[in-house]
């Protein structure tokens, strides 16, 4: 017997005599023979849940977490703070255990909470509409791109070089495949250059991608270039910072067609880069090209509000190898935990995250440039991530740190190799006064 | 608590708090003194203001709304709702695996690498293939993944016209779909009587411009496809390689493998086999694996063992790349993990093979009272088609919106499309005796019901939290967030 599996030696015999075979192999005997495994799979033996714990606990400790290392590293994935209801919720197994709500009648709770979290990404990026969902930032970026190619029927997307260098890697993969060309426009001083977009517009441009905060954690001026790209009716997909969002203004405000993004930062564990999730809003123009689950209020035969999927002659189990995407699973439960985030937090909390993290980037850069070793690399206005150069090697100031229990920036050079010795900090509201210094501190004698 | 019905912004009152954070202890400058006032935003987001007992209430009272496996019988064919050990959930949430950041130095994550790494090694040993990435997201991710490398290893053998795959009609829905995102054009061939690939079929659409099948096995219809062998020499024959669509692996662990069987490429669902939660609807994990000249194009970064270090090696010059950030989903993994070295490989064996009895014994059971258009000796899964009394005119959607009412989550309906009136039942291994006679009885009871009092079915459900929404509403008259005053 197994803890997983309830059938008894007598239920089985009895369920077998029911069925008329006189043995389990019986109901395998569609099985060639030739392709009958016929040994035993080579696995390590059953263990009990002490000894899983046991092991498990071993595996992890050789790990070195963010609750030992104090966290300066971002680029993607922050480490900001998770309220302790947030688990408790969303690990409710009445959520977590359940599927896709196909069935709407007994999935209204997973149903209304992704129109909860529809409304807030909605309130956030200031759009008409957000789906449920997608992979992560990447793959939502890559379905940004294809609606704008669909939308405008035009064969190329302009990134620029200052969009999360994996973001643009994961876009390249899959467009390779799809006969969409991607352009990279290069960054001045850290930030798009205007100019160079320009010179690259034509008649075969379908969208523009900026991140905004961007890479290295500037505040982007889209003024001129939602200029530029809507003057050649192309479509500006811009790639945010949720959190961001707290202070910064709507991408809707700076005429974003498509509004894509890391949701990680709402709420959700780093998990050692995954599950994260990715959102995507839009407005109503563009609402059906857009992929993935979408969830509608309605009512049902007595009157009672009720939420139900919709939109759905989109998605691939109806329109098969026509529809706006493959996605089937997205990420609820990241959903769900995002939307439990952003409402613990509320309007005030959202903001004073923003603003305390913007206050400790500060203070950081202020610290580790008062001498002069370390200087900022750009010269622009910043959120919370910020990049300094100076004359030592990244990969030594980076090891030097991890000495004293820091875990310090991320090496510019790896994506970016004119940039370098020049590490990208990033600073949130979790940490503290004394951390800060610390890191000045250990860096100053390196 | 039912009959809770407020959105969160209904309860939102100005000035409540569900948050704390310390006061911040740097030097606080004027925020336009840091960021030009030109990028702030001028209002605060409106999100909602509550206290912390209002989120706690709203979510648990919101959540007594859904039904989970926990709750009961959860028989959705093609879907593995399997019991979802809580240890898995325990072992992911570690600090030492969930509060690692994805570019910590390789030095800081040799655990996480290790655990990355063995478990690549147990699915390939699970399936018979060579190695095995961990970064597809889901199902059709882990598709789409597969079918970029497909078309990888025809260019780079110089193969360049072989743009289209074929898939049977029985074919999931994302099967089709990631192909078309793949860039192939899609051969879409009937299947036989008996709901398995028409041999004749298949030879009339392979030709020099075929990259590949599609299939699953056992179908979608619940049936090993005996000719899997001769399929794949023709195939292979044909030029073309053989994709496994892994959503059926619960009925053969142990008992036959995708590599035996002659499949090139193949992905596995963490969340239906290897029991990781849905989530109600993600995240999945649809790791992918390769035959030995295919692992060269798997996607970057793929962890090695050097020495007794582990490594995420990104330098494979024919990857087909980056397919999304990081290194998959690393906390499904986590789960995946636990739930094999849980089981064993006796264990995984025993898995399929209580799958596939409890889904023969539902089948001879409810084959008196519902249409079972290919009697014969089913796997993991098999599909009914309707009342065999269609007198009435029940449809399958009725049957399945009466089982709410008995307080069992409907089986799959309408799916294959090859089955009219489809009701797919996989009851998978975790469900005792008991329960399959509880729900046994009651498939026989409406099905009664259907002959004597029809209309009690076509108003089902009644006691559910809502009763039937008005889809057709939801898809006309657009509300697809919460607004003031409206």
């Known amino acids: 017997m197994h803890r997983y599996l309830p059938h008894t030696e007598a239920d089985e015999k009895l369920m077998l005599e029911s069925i008329g075979a006189q043995s389990i192999d019986d109901l395998f005997n569609d099985i060639p023979e030739n392709l009958r495994l016929n040994r035993k799979l080579d696995l390590p033996e059953p263990m009990s849940e002490m000894e899983l714990v046991s092991h498990m606990k071993d595996l992890s400790t050789a790990n070195k977490s963010i609750d030992e290392l104090v966290c300066f590293l971002g680029a993607g994935a922050y480490d900001h703070?998770?309220?302790?209801?947030?688990?408790?919720?969303?690990?409710?197994?009445?959520?977590?255990?359940?599927?896709?709500?196909?069935?709407?009648?007994?999935?209204?709770?997973?149903?209304?909470?992704?129109?909860?979290?529809?409304?807030?990404?909605?309130?956030?990026?200031?759009?008409?509409?957000?789906?449920?969902?997608?992979?992560?930032?990447?793959?939502?970026?890559?379905?940004?791109?294809?609606?704008?190619?669909?939308?405008?029927?035009?064969?190329?997307?302009?990134?620029?070089?200052?969009?999360?260098?994996?973001?643009?890697?994961?876009?390249?993969?899959?467009?390779?495949?799809?006969?969409?060309?991607?352009?990279?426009?290069?960054?001045?001083?850290?930030?798009?250059?205007?100019?160079?977009?320009?010179?690259?517009?034509?008649?075969?441009?379908?969208?523009?991608?900026?991140?905004?905060?961007?890479?290295?954690?500037?505040?982007?001026?889209?003024?001129?270039?939602?200029?530029?790209?809507?003057?050649?009716?192309?479509?500006?997909?811009?790639?945010?910072?949720?959190?961001?969002?707290?202070?910064?203004?709507?991408?809707?405000?700076?005429?974003?067609?498509?509004?894509?993004?890391?949701?990680?930062?709402?709420?959700?564990?780093?998990?050692?880069?995954?599950?994260?999730?990715?959102?995507?809003?839009?407005?109503?123009?563009?609402?059906?090209?857009?992929?993935?689950?979408?969830?509608?209020?309605?009512?049902?035969?007595?009157?009672?509000?009720?939420?139900?999927?919709?939109?759905?002659?989109?998605?691939?189990?109806?329109?098969?190898?026509?529809?706006?995407?493959?996605?089937?699973?997205?990420?609820?439960?990241?959903?769900?935990?995002?939307?439990?985030?952003?409402?613990?937090?509320?309007?005030?909390?959202?903001?004073?995250?923003?603003?305390?993290?913007?206050?400790?980037?500060?203070?950081?850069?202020?610290?580790?440039?008062?001498?002069?070793?370390?200087?900022?690399?750009?010269?622009?206005?910043?959120?919370?991530?910020?990049?300094?150069?100076?004359?030592?090697?990244?990969?030594?100031?980076?090891?030097?740190?991890?000495?004293?229990?820091?875990?310090?920036?991320?090496?510019?050079?790896?994506?970016?190799?004119?940039?370098?010795?020049?590490?990208?900090?990033?600073?949130?509201?979790?940490?503290?006064?004394?951390?800060?210094?610390?890191?000045?501190?250990?860096?100053?004698?390196? | 608590m039912k009959d809770y019905n407020k959105l969160i912004f209904e309860i939102s009152k100005e000035g409540r708090i569900a948050y704390s954070l310390p006061p911040c202890d740097v030097d606080e400058k004027e925020l336009n003194t840091l960021i030009p006032d030109s990028?702030?935003?001028?209002?605060?987001?409106?999100?909602?203001?509550?206290?912390?007992?209002?989120?706690?209430?709203?979510?648990?009272?919101?959540?007594?709304?859904?039904?989970?496996?926990?709750?009961?019988?959860?028989?959705?064919?093609?879907?593995?709702?399997?019991?979802?050990?809580?240890?898995?959930?325990?072992?992911?949430?570690?600090?030492?695996?969930?509060?690692?950041?994805?570019?910590?130095?390789?030095?800081?994550?040799?655990?996480?690498?290790?655990?990355?790494?063995?478990?690549?090694?147990?699915?390939?040993?699970?399936?018979?293939?060579?190695?095995?990435?961990?970064?597809?997201?889901?199902?059709?991710?882990?598709e789409l993944a597969g079918l970029m490398i497909i078309k990888a290893y025809h260019e780079s053998r110089g193969d360049n016209k072989r743009n289209k795959i074929i898939v049977p009609d029985s074919a999931h829905g994302t099967n089709p779909a990631s192909a078309a995102v793949a860039g192939f054009e899609i051969i879409e061939i009937e299947s036989d009587k008996n709901g398995a690939v028409d041999l004749d079929k298949l030879k009339e659409v392979l030709n020099d411009e075929i990259a590949g099948l599609m299939l699953t096995n056992p179908s979608t219809l619940g049936l090993f496809e005996k000719n899997i062998k001769e399929i794949a020499d023709l195939v292979h024959e044909a030029g073309g390689l053989l994709y496994y669509d892994g959503a059926n692996t619960n009925a053969i662990m142990g008992i036959a493998r995708p590599g035996d069987m002659g499949f090139d490429v193949i992905h596995l669902n963490l969340h239906k086999t290897f029991s990781t939660p849905h989530g109600g609807g993600g995240p999945g994990s649809g790791p992918i694996g390769v035959r030995k000249d295919l692992v060269k194009f798997l996607p970057v970064p793929v962890v090695e063992k050097q020495g007794d270090k582990y490594v995420l090696d990104y330098d494979r010059p024919e990857s087909i790349g980056k397919i999304k950030s990081f290194y998959g989903h690393f906390g499904v993994a986590i789960k995946a993990y636990s739930y094999i070295l849980s089981m064993g490989a006796e264990g995984l064996k025993k898995v399929s093979e209580k799958a596939v009895l409890n889904a023969n014994y539902v089948m001879n059971k409810l084959k008196d009272h519902y249409y079972l258009p290919i009697d014969q000796v089913c796997k993991h899964e098999f599909v009914l088609g309707g009342l065999i009394n269609k007198e009435n005119n029940i449809s399958t959607l009725d049957v399945a919106k009466r089982l709410l009412d008995y307080g069992y989550h409907p089986p799959t309906v309408y799916f294959p499309l090859i089955v009219s009136e489809a009701i797919m039942i996989e009851p998978t291994e975790t469900e005792s005796k008991e329960t399959l006679d509880g729900f046994i009885d009651t498939m026989i009871k409406i099905a009664q019901e259907a002959d004597e009092n029809p209309e009690l079915l076509k108003s089902a459900p009644h006691n559910t939290p809502v009763r039937r929404i008005d889809e057709a509403k939801a898809a006309r008259n657009l509300i697809l967030k919460w607004e003031k005053n409206k």
């Not at chain 1, 940490?431 to 004698?445: S, W």
């Not at chain 2, 912390?52 to 093609?78: A, C, M, Q, W």
């Not at chain 2, 979802?84 to 994805?102: C, T, W």
């Open chain 2, 39 to 142: 990028f702030l935003r001028s209002e605060d987001v409106d999100l909602p203001e509550v206290s912390e007992v209002d989120v706690v209430r709203h979510f648990t009272n919101i959540s007594n709304k859904n039904y989970g496996v926990d709750t009961g019988f959860y028989p959705l064919g093609s879907c593995t709702m399997k019991y979802n050990p809580k240890i898995n959930e325990d072992m992911a949430n570690l600090s030492g695996f969930s509060n690692l950041h994805p570019y910590q130095p390789e030095d800081t994550v040799q655990g996480a690498l290790e655990l990355m790494y063995h478990l690549d090694q147990m699915l390939s040993e699970i399936t018979g293939m060579e190695r095995v990435s961990l970064q597809p997201a889901a199902g059709a991710h882990g």
């Open chain 1, 81 to 446: 703070y998770i309220p302790s209801i947030v688990k408790h919720l969303a690990m409710r197994s009445e959520f977590y255990t359940a599927y896709t709500p196909y069935q709407p009648e007994i999935s209204q709770g997973t149903l209304q909470a992704i129109f909860e979290y529809q409304t807030m990404i909605c309130n956030l990026t200031g759009m008409d509409v957000s789906n449920a969902s997608m992979y992560d930032g990447a793959t939502a970026c890559v379905e940004a791109a294809m609606m704008a190619v669909e939308s405008t029927r035009r064969d190329s997307v302009v990134v620029s070089s200052t969009v999360h260098p994996e973001v643009r890697e994961v876009l390249k993969s899959y467009m390779k495949f799809r006969d969409v060309k991607v352009i990279e426009v290069d960054m001045a001083d850290g930030v798009t250059d205007w100019e160079k977009l320009k010179a690259l517009m034509g008649k075969d441009i379908a969208g523009v991608i900026i991140q905004n905060p961007n890479f290295f954690g500037i505040i982007e001026d889209l003024t001129d270039i939602e200029k530029i790209v809507h003057e050649n009716k192309s479509l500006l997909i811009s790639y945010v910072d949720p959190i961001s969002l707290g202070i910064i203004k709507s991408p809707s405000e700076y005429g974003a067609d498509i509004v894509i993004g890391e949701g990680q930062s709402l709420g959700n564990s780093l998990n050692y880069g995954g599950p994260y999730l990715g959102f995507l809003a839009t407005t109503s123009k563009l609402m059906r090209k857009m992929p993935g689950r979408i969830v509608g209020q309605s009512n049902d035969v007595d009157g009672k509000r009720a939420f139900v999927l919709t939109l759905q002659a989109r998605e691939q189990h109806i329109r098969r190898y026509k529809a706006t995407s493959n996605i089937c699973s997205n990420q609820g439960l990241n959903a769900l935990i995002a939307a439990i985030y952003m409402i613990t937090m509320g309007k005030k909390g959202l903001r004073e995250v923003a603003v305390q993290s913007t206050q400790k980037a500060h203070y950081a850069l202020e610290q580790l440039t008062k001498t002069g070793k370390f200087k900022p690399l750009f010269n622009k206005p910043f959120f919370k991530e910020f990049a300094i150069t100076g004359s030592v090697e990244s990969k030594k100031v980076n090891s030097e740190l991890l000495k004293h229990n820091i875990l310090g920036g991320y090496e510019l050079e790896k994506d970016y190799p004119e940039l370098k010795n020049s590490l990208l900090l990033c600073v949130t509201e979790k940490r503290t006064k004394k951390q800060i210094d610390k890191l000045a501190e250990v860096m100053e004698v390196i």
